[in-house]
Structure formats: structure tokens, C-alpha cells
């Protein structure tokens, strides 16, 4: 079994890349709540979830998203070839 900071960061890049992504605070809840059901099914307790999450799962999971979107869209104007 993965620990909790793989799980996470698996599910974190799972947000990040799918469609119908939304940066919207609300989605970031619902997505918090599906995680949490998610982390019981794969044998993971809330608790230790939201302790990982230092207590607010919600938000975690928006900077840990956001932080990844950043770094894809820095790496892809770095990669861009100059004048386009």
C-alpha cells in the first residue's frame, strides 16, 4: 500500500490534469469530499487524511493543484520556441 503523501500526490495530479478542471473554490470542496470518500475505499483513515492536509483538505488540495498548474504553464513558456 502507498503511503498517504503518494496516494495524495497521485489524486493532486489526477485534479490537476483532468477535464473540467475548475479553480473555482467550490469545486475544490466537492473534490475534498469525493477525496475523503476515496481515502476510506482505499484504506486510508479521514483523519490521517486531514491531518496530512494540516486539517483543511480543501484547501491543501487548491494550492497543491494550483502550484502544479503553475509549474506546467512556467515549464511550457519555457519550452515555447521564441517568437511564437
Known amino acids: 500500500m502507498k503511503s498517504i503523501q503518494e496516494w495524495l500526490n497521485d489524486k493532486c495530479e489526477e485534479m490537476a490534469t483532468s477535464s473540467g478542471f475548475s479553480n473555482d473554490t467550490v469545486y475544490f470542496e466537492r ?49 515555447a520556441p521564441y517568437g511564437e
Open 31 to 79: 473534490q475534498a469530499d469525493i477525496l475523503c470518500t476515496q481515502a476510506r475505499e482505499d484504506g486510508y483513515g479521514t483523519l490521517e487524511l486531514a491531518d496530512h492536509c494540516e486539517g483543511n483538505i480543501a484547501t491543501y488540495l487548491m494550492n497543491r493543484v494550483n502550484t502544479l498548474n503553475r509549474a506546467e504553464i512556467v515549464r511550457a513558456v519555457e519550452n
